[in-house]
């Protein structure tokens, strides 16, 4: 057994985020956080944490300082300009009524 | 209806099984016309997300409720937990243990919505181990026999549901949504809380009675759950006016407390429990249910601290929080080497 | 896998259930579900009183499983002793003498340490045992085993990631760790004992032989045991046993106190 390394007595677990995927089909969403010393530890304790009532089937957790989130006063700049790419969107698009299936 | 003697699974036991709850945990996004200024999104009842600004007040005054919630879950494992080792049958037992399981993850869910604001867990609990902060003054009742994990069940539960359906509306997002989680959860401990008291009161006398002196001992510091009264004369200095500009209370205390008493009356006589309180009946004129007077001199004593419990409950959760320190620390002293083993494995490579 | 289920189950084609009032296979049943039984009871101690609000429910979660497969087995016990009891009826109203349990589930909960090498060597044996009877001849054990064997095999991972972070943690959990390994060591050997009913059982083609599953346990475990950098103690040392004929120990009386005195204080009572 080697020492502790430094800092290996810091006072609390990190956080980790938690993000479920409900069921086949469906995208993982963030359902909350919990604290884990470690990725592995953190996957088991948001089974029992996160989905006690078969509330999904694949979990993901990602330390919650990896995570690099758009802050709210740099809105504008990063949604807006997708705002007037309204070719994006199939209701763009005028198409004959008569035309099946799309 | 099913007639007299069983429960009706269809019909609404507690709030968490109303419309209330659903119209709660509906929401409408209208952020795109609103903008992000903090006021113009609380006037237009739109949630507030942790990256946005706010005001420091709004932040502390969440922070030190959502807290005060996450420590109530926690505290909130023990009065039960401790019948889990002596629940009648194996069935209560499970039930039981799940129950405090899902209180655990209340706490949980409550502790992450509160990190959102920019404060770490165990800061939280030192607060609640150095009694810097509250949890709800239910707990520092005692549990005295089998019945009581039925009368928790039934009014505990069924307070804190009433409490918190409004709760699932709350302007600060990520405790709105825990609440949502939560009181999908709660139905289902004042369900099998109901259910035990039926049960005894259908069972033997010495049963009926235990329910009985459950109920009895129960139902005050129940209503008292709501906190004091913030209508009228009462309102004036509380809290209640900023939390509901805020839109981090939706009722006042007074409002919830009635509502509760006109769902549980009609349960109380169902179950055959009579509740103790002289001065309850129905008003006609006012459509709801009177009641008598709470005895608030005991309930600051207890708030206090001078409860039967309150030093057991907090000795509790810190010892089992000190005993298990060296525990969090192995963990983390592995993490550290197993990152440190990675790096030299890589830098190998 | 199938080498293996013959060698622990001979017999197993030519099985055809349990007969009424067949008292020494449905004293195997026992053990089996008293042992799940006992510990589900002891681990629920743990609620409130785990080192992170997380293992709380965990430990919660183990307890749950176990007590469900206590509860699977017992009505189906019930059936085949001929006594027609219920799950609470063995539960509830036994007396001492009348459980089955090997003594390691009785003992008193220790340290996180303590409960994490119990857990280890439960969940490993566990493993084993419910891989051998999904092939039993006894349809009902069967069914019991492959549910079971989903569950255990998750308390298997929980303990071993502990032991691993403990063993090779701290100084101080890497002793205490080790510690708890000695300590619970002298109770393991009982879980691999050839007592009658087991032997009956596997002349039925219904139940597994215990010593056949000391080896893959024991490899199991030592190899956990050397991750986290710790020695498995040799075990020559005093050992229990008697668990399987109703011989218990001390603290076995008073977890039935516990658990039972509700139930016994109102007779013919439901609850
Ligand atoms: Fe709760
Ligand atoms: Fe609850």
């Keep these: ?102 | 209806m099913y007639g007299n003697d069983v429960i009706d699974p269809n019909e609404p036991l507690n709030a968490a099984e109303t419309g209330a709850y659903d119209a709660a945990a509906a929401h409408e996004d209208q952020r795109e016309a609103i903008g992000s200024d903090f006021d113009a999104l609380i006037a237009a009842d739109q949630r507030i997300e942790p990256r946005d600004a706010m005001p420091d007040t709004y932040r502390e005054t969440l922070i030190r409720q959502i807290a005060q919630h996450a420590h109530s879950e926690i505290i909130g494992m023990q009065p039960e937990g401790n019948w889990i080792t002596r629940a009648p049958s194996l069935r209560r037992k499970a039930i039981l243990i799940a129950k405090v399981q899902d209180e655990a993850g209340h706490g949980l869910y409550l502790y992450s919505a509160a990190e959102t604001l920019g404060v770490d867990r165990q800061e939280l609990l030192d607060r609640l181990h150095d009694g810097k902060q509250k949890y709800s003054s239910i707990f520092n009742y005692p549990t005295l026999t089998w019945a009581d994990c039925g009368a928790i069940g039934w009014l505990v539960d069924g307070a804190a549901i009433m409490n918190q359906v409004p709760l699932c509306r709350c302007s600060y997002g990520p405790y709105a949504r825990a609440m949502i989680r939560v009181c999908k959860e709660e139905s289902f401990h004042q369900r099998q809380g109901f259910e035990i008291l039926w049960t005894l009161m259908r069972g033997t006398e010495a049963q009926q009675a235990m329910a009985q002196d459950a109920a009895d001992r129960w139902w005050w510091p129940a209503l008292a759950m709501f906190g004091p009264p913030d209508t009228g004369e009462a309102a004036k200095g509380g809290h209640t006016e900023q939390s509901m500009a805020w839109g981090i209370k939706r009722f006042s205390n007074d409002d919830l407390r009635q509502k509760f008493v006109d769902m549980m009356v009609p349960q109380a006589e169902k179950l055959g429990i009579v509740l103790p309180d002289p001065h309850l009946r129905w008003n006609e004129e006012r459509g709801h249910y009177d009641f008598g007077e709470i005895d608030w001199d005991e309930f600051w004593q207890v708030l206090r601290g001078d409860g039967p419990c309150n030093a057991e409950r907090i000795e509790h959760r810190r010892r089992a929080h000190d005993e298990g320190a060296w525990v969090r620390e192995a963990a983390n002293a592995y993490a550290a080497k197993q990152t440190i083993r990675e790096n030299e494995k890589e830098s190998a490579a | ?271």
Aim: charged fraction near 25%.
């Design chain 1, 1 to 102: 057994m080697t020492d502790a390394p430094e800092g290996a007595t810091e006072r609390s677990w990190p956080l980790w985020e938690v993000f479920v995927r409900g069921k086949r089909g469906l995208s993982h969403v963030h359902v909350g956080s919990l604290h884990a010393p470690d990725a592995e530890m953190a996957l088991r304790n948001a089974r029992d944490v996160y989905t006690r009532r078969q509330e999904g089937v694949s979990i993901w957790v990602v330390k919650a300082d990896d995570v690099t989130a758009s802050s709210p006063s740099e809105k504008d700049s990063f949604f807006d300009p997708a705002g007037d790419k309204i070719y994006r969107h199939p209701t763009f698009y005028d198409v004959p009524e008569d035309v099946e299936y799309l």
């Design chain 3, 1 to 271: 896998m199938s080498t293996m289920r013959n060698e622990s189950l001979p017999g197993a084609a030519e099985n055809t259930g349990a007969a009424p009032g067949d008292k020494p296979y449905a004293g195997y049943l026992l053990g089996l579900a008293d042992d799940a039984m006992v510990y589900a009871q002891r681990l629920g101690e743990w609620m409130t009183n785990a080192p992170q609000i997380e293992e709380d429910m965990a430990l919660g979660n183990i307890a749950l499983d176990l007590l469900g497969q206590a509860r699977g087995l017992y009505p189906y016990i019930g059936s085949i002793d001929g006594s027609g009891r219920g799950e609470d009826d063995y539960a509830m109203q036994r007396d001492e003498r009348d459980w089955r349990n090997v003594h390691l589930v009785e003992q008193e909960r220790g340290d996180f340490a303590d409960e994490m090498a119990r857990l280890l060597w439960f969940s490993a044996y566990q493993v084993e045992l419910h891989t051998a009877l999904t092939g039993s001849g006894d349809d009902v054990v069967a069914g019991v085993a492959g549910k079971a064997l989903k569950e255990v095999r998750y308390h298997l991972d929980h303990a071993s990631l502990w032991v691993v972070r403990l063993g090779d943690g701290t100084e101080e959990s890497h002793r205490r760790m080790q510690a708890a390994l000695d300590r619970v060591l002298p109770y393991v050997a009982e879980l691999f004992d050839d007592d009658e009913a087991s032997v009956l059982a596997v002349d039925r083609g219904a139940g597994v032989l215990p010593s056949s599953l000391h080896d893959r346990v024991e490899g199991r475990v030592a190899a956990v045991v050397a991750q986290a950098t710790l020695t498995l103690p040799d075990g020559s040392r005093w050992r229990s046993r008697g668990g399987r004929s109703g011989i218990h120990s001390r603290p076995m009386g008073y977890l039935l106190a516990e658990m039972q005195h509700i139930a016994r204080s109102h007779p013919g009572a439901t609850w």
